[in-house]
């Protein structure tokens, strides 16, 4: 028979910090000074071991001491006593002072987690560094570039515009020519000219020479908007905060990307009217660059790249979808992970995304990704309408830093 008795040495009144039967040794004197979260432990413990057989009885929990503070005990506890069909009649069991190494596991804890917390951000410090050195070279080898192919393009168009009106003079001439001799069929001398007259189609070169000129001008503008495309992008000593149009961001680097979709997908442009951002513009066009690269990659065959823009309460939206090949569910949580890429060695870094996130932290945004595998997936910008990042001028507007993606 169980009797309910129990013994408590005085030491276990005094490792509490309690007078001598300060109160009465009983199981419920036991369970009140019994952490109340740790209860469950205990009892779980004690369960496995009353059974038949069960092991020892061995748990770390906390008691209550007199000033309403804890104590970490460590207690261990052995049947010696069970009925003849095994029910426990009598324990015996230990307590043992454990605060000081429980607290000390918990600082160590403390200690690791923030170690792993440094090490992380030190990992994307240096992922940052490789990437914006990357970016800087390029963006100063592009920026070089262009600027050197200025020059040379604006004395090319000038010298277009005087040729188109050299050669129009020259028809007319030629024109002429054409009729005077027409008229003088019996001059044997201008047979030769005539015959001549006759092998230069003049009446085609008339037709053809403005559409090879107006070819010609369309050509020199498209290079000259990729190479103002090319120096707003790579925006020399661009790091700086100024306003800037969103959409001028996204339509150069649709531009610059204009090869690798044109072949992939139909562009589609939903704009809305938009106040100029204080951002980081150079910072944000790698954003808009690696999610319509990343869009237009996830697209076999043809497909459909939408862009959209939109106010929505504090926030501008930028919003890229596509109808590619989507994200698995299993991948959702882990494309914002340096590194993390599915493209095959050598095609992707895996490090778009990653700084994409980290770009648009920086500006006190967030982006959030919807897929549907087989669909296609939507990426969503937001971005502060009113700049809440360094030097913005409202800087109460701040939203909270937490932008991390779901
Ligand atoms: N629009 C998208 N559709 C389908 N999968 C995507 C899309 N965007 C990103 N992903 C997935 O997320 C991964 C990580 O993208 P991220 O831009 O970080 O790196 P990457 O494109 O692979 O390489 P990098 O951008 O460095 O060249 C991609 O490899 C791809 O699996
Ligand atoms: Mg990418």
Redesign the pocket.
């Known amino acids: 028979m169980v009797s309910g008795e129990a013994y408590f040495a005085p030491r276990y009144y005094a490792m509490l910090g309690y007078e001598e039967n300060a109160f009465e040794p009983s199981f419920e004197s036991f369970r009140e000074l019994v952490h109340p979260d740790d209860w469950f432990r205990v009892v779980n413990s004690l369960r496995t071991a009353f059974e038949p057989e069960g092991p020892l009885f061995e748990c770390e929990f906390r008691m209550r001491t007199p000033d309403d503070a804890c104590r970490w005990v460590s207690s261990r506890g052995l049947i010696t006593e069970r009925s003849p069909d095994g029910q426990p009649l009598r324990m015996v069991g230990t307590l043992r002072d454990v605060h000081e190494r429980h607290e000390a596991e918990a600082a160590l804890l403390g200690q690791l987690a923030e170690t792993q917390r440094l090490n992380a951000e030190l990992e994307e410090a240096q992922v940052q560094l490789v990437q914006s050195e990357k970016m800087a070279s390029i963006g100063q080898l592009s920026a070089g570039v262009a600027h050197e192919m200025n020059t040379p393009l604006g004395f090319v168009k000038s010298n277009i515009g005087t040729l188109e009106n050299y050669v129009g003079t020259l028809l007319e001439l030629l024109a002429g020519y054409q009729q005077a001799t027409a008229g003088m069929a019996g001059v044997p001398e201008l047979d030769e000219v005539r015959e001549q007259l006759a092998l230069a189609e003049l009446d085609y070169l008339r037709s053809d020479i403005p559409e090879l000129f107006s070819e010609t001008r369309d050509g020199i503008q498209r290079v000259q908007r990729i190479v103002s495309d090319l120096k707003d992008f790579s925006h020399l000593g661009g790091e700086g905060w100024g306003y800037a149009d969103i959409h001028r961001g996204l339509d150069s680097s649709l531009n610059i990307l204009r090869n690798e979709i044109k072949h992939r997908a139909d562009v589609v442009r939903e704009y809305a009217s938009l106040p100029e951002l204080w951002c980081q513009s150079s910072q944000l066009n790698q954003v808009f660059l ?2 319509l ?3 237009a ?2 697209i076999e065959g043809r497909g459909r790249i939408t862009v959209r823009t939109r106010v929505e309460g504090e926030f501008v939206v930028v919003e ?1 979808e ?1 109808t ?4 698995p569910p299993e ?1 959702l949580k882990r ?2 992970d340096a590194f ?4 095959p060695v050598g ?8 700084i ?1 996130y980290g770009i648009i932290r920086k500006h006190s945004g967030r982006i959030e990704v919807s ?1 549907r595998p087989g669909h ?2 939507i ?1 969503q910008v937001f971005l502060p309408l009113h700049g809440s990042a360094p030097g913005a001028s409202d800087e109460s507007a701040m939203p909270d830093e937490d932008g991390s993606p779901d």
């Open positions: 690696n999610l690269a990343n869009a990659h996830s890229i596509d590619g090949c989507g994200i991948n494309i914002f993390f890429t599915t493209k095609k992707g870094t895996g490090l778009g995304l990653s994409s897929s296609g997936s990426f």
